[in-house]
């Protein structure tokens, strides 16, 4: 009878498994395969420690779905690991403790002579990640219970700026804290999507360095994102920046009393292949740009037209008319079957539509391209380049086009 996987090896066949599908770098690869998971998971079977999965370590106590805290998804950390490029002998801030995991990690990029400090608004979850790293070896860690929005400037500046949780905007204290020349990386969220983006300081400004798709758990303490319901069941809702104007009544009684249309774009996909650059292209010059949410009961209803991504769809809207991104299954072409289009309610149903198979085609012109980002403070006068601006409380965010990833 065969024995079941020692940990070691199901560490190393996970980052095996990573690296088949995510870039690493050999500093982060080897922090991957030193630092145990599985001892910042107390109580969780190792064949579930070393998926590639996020694990929830605490449940949200105002009831909400997402967990208050959790473990991220290995391959996602990785990655953003790699975006943070911590060098020998930095001094590191995290934002959201989480397991401790993490600030493990941390530990081993930077080595004996760098410091980590680790923080979280949450009392519980700060003890964790204390108690894991103590037992774990990572005395050396600074971890404080504090809120992630004002960060811990005692311990400023930082080489490196690392978020574990999602934030809709910057927070002004965090430009005192990071150093000329350092690096921030964050899970941000503009126009209902979100992409962990690297960041490096000069001045007054932060240039973006790449970006990739991920998804987090929300930061406490900003509420720029609402959510309004387009139907009594609350089946149907559009995710919007606090800028953006949704008549919940008026879109409620378009997709009610007005029948649908289609309208396809000449892009088609894979069955494997990512379309998410069509949202983030559409947030680069198009305010109309929010998320759609469709339930399963929804869509088992056939409440609206068949979707893309029934969870997380792009969507314009305009007054009292949407259009959202569907895709299509044409057996024309073996390799590339489905065929992305919009589709559309109200009384401009016709020319949102049009507008959104124009983002479409946008994106297929250069389907790797992703924008460049300049995120400057709300209060300064610095001048806006070229490009698209979305205004947040404390933060302006310039997007545009001409980067190209491999």
């Known amino acids: ?41 107390p109580g969780i079977e190792l064949e579930e420690a070393y998926a590639d999965q ?13 967990p208050l805290s959790c473990a991220s998804v290995p391959s996602v950390v990785g990655m953003m ?52 790293l ?24 930082y080489d490196r700026m690392l978020a574990a949780v999602g934030l809709w905007d910057v927070p002004a204290a ?7 020349g350092g690096r921030l990386v964050l899970p941000l969220r503009w126009r209902g999507q979100t992409r962990s983006v690297a960041l490096t300081r000069r001045g007054d400004t932060l240039l973006s360095e790449e970006m990739e798709l991920c ?23 559009v995710i919007h920046d606090e800028d953006q104007a949704v008549d919940a009544d008026a879109l409620g009684d378009s997709l009610s009393n007005t ?40 869509v088992a209803q056939e409440l609206v037209l068949r979707l893309a991504l029934p969870v997380r769809s792009p969507v314009l809207v305009d007054g009292d008319s949407l259009a959202y991104l569907i895709v299509r299954r044409e057996g024309v072409s073996p390799a590339r079957p489905h ?4 589709a559309a309610y109200g009384p401009n149903a016709e020319k949102l539509a049009q507008d959104l198979v124009a983002h479409i085609e946008s994106w297929g012109a250069a389907r790797t391209a992703v924008p460049h980002l300049t995120i400057t403070p709300a209060k300064t006068d610095v001048a806006a380049g070229p490009g698209h601006v979305i205004s947040k409380p404390e933060s302006r965010l310039t997007l545009t086009y001409g980067l190209t990833r491999d």
């Open 81 to 132: 690991l790699r975006q943070l490029d911590v060098q020998s002998g930095d001094s590191i801030l995290e934002i959201g403790a989480g397991t401790g995991y993490n600030a493990a990690l941390l530990a081993e990029l930077t080595g004996t002579n760098g410091h980590v400090t680790s923080i979280d608004v949450d009392s519980d979850v700060a003890l964790h990640a204390r108690t894991m």
């Open 1 to 41: 009878m065969s024995q079941p996987p020692t940990a070691d090896e199901l560490r190393n066949r996970l980052v095996d498994e990573i690296l088949q599908h995510t870039r690493l770098t050999a500093d982060v690869e080897r922090a991957l395969r030193t630092v145990h998971r599985e001892a910042f998971l």
């Open 259 to 298: 029948t649908g249309i289609e309208v396809m774009s000449e892009q088609r996909i894979g069955g494997e292949e990512s379309f998410d650059g069509v949202w983030l292209r559409a947030t680069a010059g198009d305010d109309r740009v929010c998320r759609l949410q469709v339930m399963p009961d929804a």
């Open 174 to 180: 965090w430009w005192e804290q990071l150093g000329e």
């Open 134 to 157: 103590d037992r774990a070896g990572y005395q050396h860690v600074h971890v404080m219970e504090r809120d992630g929005l004002i960060g811990a400037p005692e311990n400023s500046p």
């Open 339 to 342: 065929r992305l289009g919009a």
């Open 215 to 237: 998804g987090f758990v929300p930061i406490i303490g900003q509420d720029g994102e609402k959510t309004t319901a387009l139907n009594a069941d609350d089946t149907i809702r």
């Open 54 to 66: 996020a694990v929830s370590i605490k449940d949200n106590p105002l009831g909400d779905p997402l």
